[in-house]
């Protein structure tokens, strides 16, 4: 089996077992995809969720996602560097084969999973920073990309941010007064 036989099996399990969640309706003669939400943090553990019983945590939203929806206990990636754990799961190759293993990331040349989830009739968008996805990679198969970070004040979310909340005078202007 070759990497994106995997990766369309994988897709295909993965629609398959959200279908069956009772938030996906169906109606006489339509059939309606489920919803699908990959996070994607960096520095998270797993099991910091209030959900899972963590001493000290709160997270309201988040549990109540990962309550009405599905939670992965023992997801876990290739690699614990976020560039090339990214890179994998855009690929579905692993670093070793990808020859992303550092910090530097490369570009994209293969069929990546937004891509397939827009095949398959979803509109994927990324919303995050734009450290990780490089120039020459296009829009790594996304529909929309949001591209935000705390380090640039004048991105997409860095003008949605200033819109929303003028107070703050911008993200940098925060982060840096906040001095995170």
Request: glycine share 10%.
């Amino acid at each position: 089996m070759n990497r994106m036989s995997i990766i369309q099996s994988t897709l295909c399990a993965a629609v398959s077992l959200l279908a069956l969640h009772p938030s996906a309706k169906v109606t006489a003669g339509e059939v309606t995809q489920p919803d699908i939400l990959l996070i994607m943090p960096d520095q998270w553990r797993g099991d910091t969720l209030s959900i899972l019983d963590c001493v000290g945590v709160t997270t309201p939203q988040l549990d109540q996602l990962a309550g009405e929806g599905a939670l992965f206990r023992r997801a876990y990636a290739t690699v614990p560097s976020c560039i090339p754990a990214r890179y994998g799961f855009l690929t579905g190759l692993f670093p070793q084969t990808s020859g992303v293993v550092g910090f530097r990331a490369k570009p994209i040349t293969v069929p990546t999973l937004p891509s397939m989830l827009s095949k398959a009739g979803y509109h994927s968008v990324l919303v995050g920073r734009n450290m990780h996805q490089l120039e020459a990679s296009g829009t790594c198969g996304y529909d929309q990309r949001i591209l935000g970070s705390t380090y640039i004040d004048n991105d997409e979310y860095g003008k949605f941010f200033r819109q929303m909340a003028p107070q703050t005078g911008g993200i940098l202007k925060l982060v840096n007064t906040m001095g995170i």
